[in-house]
């Protein structure tokens, strides 16, 4: 290694800045906009996790994810105000989701009303718009659907099993490239 | 939703009318006619699936693309 070049990479990692502790910091640094370089990194590593995984464990990498993503939806949907009606829990849940996740509850034209009963079950559709998971998965070139997703899943079913201490399912109706239905059964 | 069809770009293949899980479109007369416009949801399945780009949705909420790469893109350009 020449000494220019250690010379180079010192320059590179040193600056004039004043550096304070700070209690609450109230911006992130480096800016957004120039974390595109880690949002790619971070993206292409999470998409590499799950296409090894995917390898290694088969179909059982659906319920490890599945799994994974219910146990985060509980712990973080703890501290959130328990409350019954589902529409409430909805709200509860985007503001859970925001910045990650965006989506709004939907209805087919010839359907009265959100809450839908239909063959026993009574459900609720849900059009995820923003989805940091479909990035990930385009990103990669990976296939909608899968492992991923039931991390997803896993999340919003183990967050509204907690805000309203109900049981509830997430089943996947649509993938697309710009939003995906999503069926929310609850029991 | 507003969702146009571009009649002379569209080659009647149908995968639209396959593809979308809500039936907005019929073929007639080898168009894609899209009948039930409000049952969009805006996935743009259809749009990706499109063999001639004839298709335009208006009034859409178009999703955060942060996977796009930028640089990969700023390359493609110059030699497309
Ligand atoms: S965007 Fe999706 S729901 Fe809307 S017409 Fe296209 S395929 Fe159908
Ligand atoms: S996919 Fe495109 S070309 Fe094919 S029928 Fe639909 S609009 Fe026409």
């Known amino acids: 290694m020449s000494a220019g070049y250690i010379d180079e990479l010192h320059e590179a990692f040193h600056s004039d800045l004043v550096y304070r502790p700070e209690e609450i910091p109230l911006e992130c640094s480096p800016r957004p906009k120039e974390m595109e370089q880690t949002l790619h990194g971070v993206m292409k590593l999470n998409g590499l996790v799950i296409r090894s995984l995917e390898e290694?464990?088969?179909?059982?990498?659906?319920?490890?994810?599945?799994?994974?993503?219910?146990?985060?939806?509980?712990?973080?949907?703890?501290?959130?105000?328990?409350?019954?009606?589902?529409?409430?829990?909805?709200?509860?849940?985007?503001?859970?989701?925001?910045?990650?996740?965006?989506?709004?509850v939907w209805k087919p034209e010839d359907k009265e009303t959100f809450i839908i009963e239909e063959n026993g079950e009574t459900f609720i559709y849900l059009v995820f718009h923003d989805c940091i998971v479909r990035q990930t998965l385009r990103r990669n070139g990976l296939d909608q659907g899968g492992p991923l997703c039931q991390t997803l899943f896993g999340y919003v079913v183990g967050a509204i099993e907690e805000i309203t201490g109900r049981k509830a399912k997430l089943e996947i109706v649509h993938t697309g490239p710009n939003a995906c239905l999503k069926k929310l059964v609850l029991k | 939703m507003d969702i146009r069809v571009d009649k002379?770009?569209?080659?009647?293949?149908?995968?639209?009318?396959?593809?979308?899980?809500?039936?907005?479109?019929?073929?007639?007369?080898?168009?894609?006619?899209?009948?039930?416009?409000?049952n969009c949801m805006g996935c743009l399945s259809c749009h990706e699936i499109c063999p001639a780009q004839a298709l335009e949705h208006r009034g859409i909420y178009a999703a955060k693309r942060h996977y796009i790469d930028i640089k990969v893109c700023e390359m493609l350009r110059k030699v497309v």
């Open chain 1, 56 to 104: 290694i464990a088969g179909r059982g990498a659906n319920a490890v994810t599945y799994r994974a993503g219910k146990k985060f939806g509980h712990e973080v949907a703890k501290y959130f105000q328990k409350r019954e009606d589902v529409e409430g829990a909805l709200h509860e849940l985007s503001d859970l989701l925001r910045g990650q996740y965006s989506f709004e």
């Open chain 2, 8 to 38: 002379d770009a569209c080659v009647g293949c149908g995968l639209c009318v396959k593809d979308c899980p809500m039936h907005v479109y019929e073929l007639q007369e080898k168009v894609s006619v899209p009948v039930r416009p409000n």
